[in-house]
Structures are given as structure tokens and as C-alpha cells.
């Protein structure tokens, strides 16, 4: 790691002491491949790092759409920062880093991640794509809708978790600030079993801390010494706050309500959050805490738009008004259970009809029973099997000794190129040979397998047709034929 003052830097950074600042001019003290900036893993991190390498499959399909994102390369430390690092459940900020360089020319530092090493609070790490020269001049600018969004949802947190535990006790044992994006709303768990919460109880919770929110109560930053910390009174502390070592604590006060150890940026105070709505309550992650969504600000407004829109959509394909939005819904939704019920049962039935043995004029002489049903289903595939398998048993040479005495072949799907599926019983010699045979004509646009005289595959878009549906017919019997000796 690169030597430098680490004394010169301060343990609490700009946007900690006014997170109003959008601007800061500051030096680059360091600036290095992130990779010189960790330290060598330990065993915990070597964990860690094997279980992110079983979720590489479900990391590649998310990072494909952002592929056009430049990478960081570099760590910048700075003589100060306005751009707050991820910690106390709060997201890092985002931002640019401007300068000159050596011709002139400002170059426009895009911040990709701002991260906070745990060896020392005050090592707060620029994450960059480019390196910026050390002892560079530069203009620090933060992504103002996003620090802003940040401390509205942050303060709003703060202000559900105390006037809940003033009006009902219940403590907040988690919370999560979301991203921005798609009107996303916050939650918080408190500490009570979710029967407790009615929805009296957190309408009326709401009209309380939104009685706050009028009354603008001043939301105050104070820094104090370890020492000075100690000898204070009446301060909540179960939250994450700055785990300082020897540097100072920080804490957040709501006027007149609490103060509440804190390191993240939050409102000048309470009227800066326009207004807060409890949206929903559900099982919190054990059975004795409710999770509490909320949104705070602009995602207040950013969430009803969102709710305008999709009910536009809905008035329009409901050909109703919004009020009767769920009554027509929920007509459609039975109507259409009630239909597949019904269409279920007709499938049953004409797997029935269609697996009597006279309907198939050449089964005296093959024994095999096949049959293709464009729109039939995996039920009716089994219903099929099932009707065939015990009609032919009846009137079959080797019943007695239970040996299948059919080949019996149903496929479905393929209409205007889908997929499909087939499923095949008989005897484990002939669907031995079968089975495969058929994954052979189709070229590799199936998949499955089986055992025991029973077979199944999926079969791709765009391979069942005409012909290759007569194809597996004629495969199936003379297999069948061939096999058993017919």
C-alpha cells in the first residue's frame, strides 16, 4: 500500500458534517490499483469468496445489460470527500471527480463506488476507471437526485423507528434503504410478532410521524470525542454508527424526539421529507418482527406516478374505472380458472376416447398405440398413457404376468413452431431402444430420458411437423415389431 499522512485525513468526512454540500474542492493523497488497496484474504474472505463464485451464473445474466458500464480499476483516496461510502445501511454515493491535467484539458472522473476500508475509517476509497495523478487539485461533485434520495429515505427510517418505539415500544431490529430505481420502497423490521400490527396501528403510526414531518423538527449532526460520547445520556445506540476505533462518534438528533448514533447524510430537517406513507406490513424474517415497506420524498411521488400509470393501462384493457379495477380482475381471474378446469377435464375425457384400442386398425399386427395432440398437455399425455396401457392389457397375450404388451406413444405441441413434448411406456426392451432413437431423429433438438420401460423429452421450437411427427410413428412401430418379434 502506497505511504502517505494518514493523520492529515479526517476521520469524519465533509458530507458527514453538512450533507447539503454538492461541491468540495480537495487533493488526491493516493491513487492505486484496488487490488494494492485489500489486503490479503482471510480464511472468512476465502469463504466468501467461493460462496460469490456459485452465484457466477445468476451474476452474468444481470451484468450482460450493463456491459456498456466502465470497470474500476483504481482507488482514489482524497483529502476529503462529499461522497458518502456505503455503511449504516445506507448505499454509497455517486459522482465525479473533476480536474485538469497536465495540458489543461478538465477530465471528468466518473466515481463508480465509494467503499470504506475496514482497517481504518478514514481510508475512504474513490473507486475509478482511469488513475488520477496523486497531489492533483481536483472538484469533487456529487450525483445530487441520488445523495438527496438517500437522506429523505435515511431520515425517514430514522423517524418511523422513534416514534414507533415512543407510541408503541416496539423496537427496529433491521432496516433496508433501496435504490431509487422503479419507485422501489424501504423497509424496516420491528421487533413484534405481525398479528400486532393492524391496520389501525400503522395508519395511526403514519398520521404520527407524518405530524413531525409538518412540523419541520431540525435533524442535527454532532460529532463528539470517545470521551465525550461516553458521558452521555439518552442516546439509541443500537444502530450502526461509526465504528470509530479512536476517532470520534457522530450522532443524529431529531429535535425533541431522540438522538441516535448515525454516520450516514441526512435532511436539514423533518419538512425536507414532504411526507412518508407506510405501505405495507408482512412477516418480518422470523416470527417475532413485521416488516414494515415504506417510502419517503420524491419516491412518494415517484410511487404514485407509477400507480397512475399501470392504472391507466388497466382502465383501458379493463374497459372500467379504477375503482372496480379489482372486482373486474378478480372476474376474469375465475373465469379463466374455471376455463382451464373445464378444459382439463375435456382433455381428460378425449384422452380417454382417443386411447380405445379399435380407433388404431393396425394394432393387431404392431401393438403400438401412437397419437399427437397439437394442444394437449402433460396431464393429458399421462391420462393417455394410462387409458391405453389398460386397454390393451385386456385383451394382451402376457397380462398375466404383467409384461407390457403395448408400445403406446403420445406427443403434443408443435403448432405454429413451438415446442413440444412426447412421453412413451412399453416394454423396457423396445423403450430401451426407442427412446433414443427418437432423440436421433429429431438432431439433437430434444432432451430426456427414462428407465424401467418408461420415457419421456422435451422437444425445442420448431422440430415437430408433418413429417416428422408420421416419422416418429413409423419409427415406434417398427421398433416395436422388430423388438418383441411381432
Given at each position: ?5 494518514l493523520?492529515t ?26 487490488t ?16 460469490k ?15 456498456n ?30 480536474y ?47 445523495r438527496?434520495d ?6 425517514a ?86 465504528k ?6 457522530r450522532t443524529?438528533?431529531i ?68 375503482s ?23 382433455l ?11 380407433l ?10 401412437v ?59 423396445v ?6 432413437a ?13 428407465k ?35
Amino acid at each position: 500500500m502506497t505511504s502517505f499522512a494518514l493523520e492529515t485525513i479526517p476521520y469524519i468526512i465533509a458530507c458527514q458534517k453538512n450533507s447539503y454540500l454538492r461541491t468540495l474542492k480537495a487533493t488526491t493523497i493516493a491513487c492505486q490499483e484496488i487490488t494494492k488497496w485489500l489486503p490479503s484474504p482471510s480464511q472468512s474472505e476465502e469463504k466468501t469468496a467461493s460462496k460469490k463464485k456459485k452465484k457466477k451464473k445468476k451474476s452474468k445474466s444481470s451484468s450482460s445489460t450493463t456491459s456498456n458500464t466502465p470497470m474500476p480499476k483504481y482507488g482514489i483516496l482524497m483529502s476529503d470527500t462529499i461522497l458518502f461510502p456505503t455503511g449504516g445501511g445506507q448505499p454509497n454515493d455517486l459522482g465525479t471527480i473533476s480536474y485538469q491535467n497536465e495540458t489543461g484539458i478538465t477530465i471528468n472522473e466518473n466515481v463508480l463506488d465509494v467503499v470504506r476500508l475496514k482497517e481504518d475509517q478514514r481510508l475512504v476509497l474513490h473507486y475509478v476507471a482511469n488513475e488520477i495523478p496523486i497531489n492533483t487539485e481536483v472538484v469533487v461533485h456529487v450525483d445530487w437526485s441520488r445523495r438527496f434520495d438517500h437522506m429523505q429515505q435515511h431520515s425517514a427510517q430514522h423517524l418511523i423507528t422513534a416514534v414507533a418505539l415512543e407510541t408503541t415500544g416496539w423496537p427496529t431490529t433491521s432496516w433496508n434503504l433501496s435504490t431509487r430505481v422503479g419507485a422501489t420502497p424501504c423497509y424496516l423490521d420491528l421487533g413484534v410478532p405481525l398479528k400486532q400490527v393492524t391496520p389501525e396501528i400503522l395508519s395511526d403510526l403514519e398520521s404520527k410521524v407524518n405530524e413531525k414531518v409538518r412540523n419541520s423538527l431540525s435533524m442535527t449532526p454532532t460529532i463528539y470525542s470517545p470521551e465525550e460520547f461516553l458521558a452521555l445520556q439518552d442516546v439509541r445506540s443500537g444502530s450502526k454508527g461509526i465504528k470509530s476505533g479512536k476517532g470520534p462518534v457522530r450522532t443524529v438528533t431529531i429535535e425533541g424526539i431522540e438522538s441516535n448514533t448515525c454516520c450516514g447524510t441526512h435532511v436539514l430537517h423533518t419538512g425536507h421529507l414532504q411526507t412518508i406513507k407506510l405501505l405495507n406490513v408482512e412477516k418480518g424474517p422470523d416470527k417475532t418482527s413485521a416488516r414494515v415497506w415504506f417510502v419517503a420524498g420524491d419516491r412518494v411521488a415517484d410511487h404514485l406516478g407509477s400507480l397512475y400509470e399501470t392504472s391507466v393501462k388497466l382502465t383501458k384493457l379493463l374497459t372500467c374505472g379504477a375503482s372496480e379495477h379489482y372486482d373486474r380482475a378478480n372476474e376474469i381471474v375465475m373465469g379463466s380458472k374455471e376455463t382451464v378446469r373445464q378444459t382439463k377435464n375435456l382433455l381428460r375425457t378425449m384422452a380417454q376416447l382417443m386411447a380405445q384400442v379399435r380407433l388404431y386398425p393396425t394394432y393387431v399386427q404392431d401393438h403400438t398405440i401412437v397419437q399427437h395432440v397439437e394442444e394437449g398437455t402433460a396431464d393429458f399425455m399421462k391420462q393417455f398413457l394410462r387409458m391405453a396401457n389398460e386397454n390393451t392389457s385386456k385383451d394382451g397375450e402376457d397380462a398375466a404376468s404383467g409384461t407390457p404388451t403395448a408400445t403406446v406413444l403420445v406427443s403434443t405441441g408443435g403448432g405454429n413452431g413451438a415446442g413440444g413434448a412426447c412421453m412413451m411406456t412399453g416394454s423396457a426392451a423396445v423403450i430401451d431402444e426407442l427412446g433414443p432413437a427418437l432423440a436421433k431423429l429429431f438432431d439433437g433438438g430434444a432432451r430426456g430420458g427414462g428407465k424401467n420401460g418408461k420415457y419421456q423429452m422435451k422437444i425445442n421450437p420448431g422440430v415437430l411437423n408433418a413429417k416428422i411427427i408420421l416419422e416418429m410413428s413409423q419409427l415406434a412401430k417398427e421398433t416395436t415389431v422388430r423388438v418383441l418379434g411381432l
